[in-house]
C-alpha cells in the first residue's frame, strides 16, 4: 500500500513539474533557461510545504541561497 502512494506521489509531482515546464516556457525563449532549471524544483518544493501547512504539518521552510 505504502509504495502505491509513493508512486502516487511521483507521479503527481512529475506532472507538477512538466506543467511548470510548459508554463516558464516563455522564459527560456528569452534566454533564461538556467534560471527555469533552478526555479522548478524550488516551486515543487514549495507546493509540497504547501501542502503540508493545509495538511496541519508546520515544518520550517529552508532553502539554500539562490543565485539568481
Known sequence: M???NYEDFDKIVGQLRLHLGQ???PLR???QGAYVDSMIP???NLAHQYHL??????IPYYHEDLHW
Open 2 to 4: 505504502e509504495d502505491e
Open 23 to 25: 508554463i516558464t516556457k
Open 29 to 31: 525563449l528569452y534566454g
Open 42 to 44: 524550488e516551486l515543487i
Open 53 to 58: 501547512k493545509l495538511s496541519g504539518i508546520d
